[in-house]
């Protein structure tokens, strides 16, 4: 069995039992047996900045408030120093009313849209890399044991993904310690919940790592930038946008995360080689660990 003690360092982790979240439905296998497996269950989410509707997100339905709040801080909807009055969530209605002190007009940036490659159709308005212009993350050191210490952890957690699949989490952490893991069917809602956990708490942004599950897209490195994180890591690969946008803002890339391996396509400068790898478990090419994902 495995040893969960490292639960203990989450402030939220995933909840594998959560009722809600999934259903059991009737299948049939290879062998023509009955059984009954689990499936996520997906839910409209509306967000609302005041009264003007946003945009509708296919969503797991859980942090629905966090959702909200992380889309339009990662959208350029919310300023940094942006006074918000309330955030309200009617589970009836499936909305989130994100309210605040001044009210302004995005008309034009959301007749300027642009689907991205992100699971579950991601969004992108148009002028968010205008957005990127000013954008120069902190030049903060990255311990590569940090690296394999995360790795490890984060593969070991029990996650709604071993229960019915189908999803791409989030881990907001800070050096060798997981804070924050948020799971949901496309990974930029993953990364938009923990952007609003952030908000939330009025959480630094300098001294944390992204950890995604998934690939290292245009869309992944532009979120991680607004967010202010300075490190962005992954199990799976790059793309050559996300690999320029992250050169472009001083966005330390991490891919092809897997055992002692791992490959560092921006900001290797910043890496601190502080492990040796021959000390740490190798995986084999076709192995996943349990929990692990592949994106």
Not at 117 to 146: H, I, N, Q, Y
């Amino acid at each position: 069995m495995a040893n969960n003690d490292h639960l203990a360092e989450y402030l939220i982790a995933p909840d594998p039992g959560a009722a809600r979240l999934t259903r059991a439905v009737p299948a049939v296998d290879h062998l023509g047996q009955s059984q009954e497996v689990r499936v996520i269950e997906e839910r409209p989410l509306t967000i609302f900045l005041n009264k003007r509707e946003i945009v509708t997100a296919m969503t797991i339905g859980d942090y629905p408030e966090y959702l909200a709040l992380g889309f339009l801080r990662n959208q350029g909807m919310l300023a940094e120093d942006e006074e918000i009055t309330g955030v309200d969530f009617d589970e009836e209605l499936e909305t989130v009313v994100v309210r605040t002190a001044v009210e302004t007009d995005y008309e034009d940036k959301l007749a300027r849209k642009t689907r991205t490659s992100g699971c579950a159709v991601g969004t992108v308005f148009g002028d968010m890399m205008e957005g990127l212009a000013g954008v120069k993350l902190p030049d903060a050191e990255l311990r590569t044991s940090w690296l394999y210490a995360l790795s490890d952890k984060i593969n070991r957690t029990p996650s709604l993904y071993l229960t019915a699949g189908a999803l791409h989490g989030t881990v907001l952490c800070q050096r060798d310690r997981p804070l924050v893991y948020m799971e949901d069917v496309g990974r930029h809602n993953a990364v938009d919940k923990a952007a609003g956990w952030m908000l939330s708490n009025n959480a630094t942004a300098a001294d944390k790592i992204l950890y995604t599950t998934g690939r290292l897209t245009s869309e992944m490195v532009i979120k991680t930038a607004m967010m202010g994180i300075p490190v962005l890591a992954s199990r799976s690969g790059f793309t050559a946008w996300g690999v320029e946008i992250a050169n472009q803002v001083g966005l330390t890339l991490i891919g092809r995360m897997r055992g002692r391996r791992f490959q560092c396509l921006a900001g290797a400068e910043r890496l601190v080689r502080d492990a040796d790898p021959s000390l740490v478990p190798d995986e084999d090419k076709k192995h996943r660990r349990k929990g692990a994902y592949q994106g």
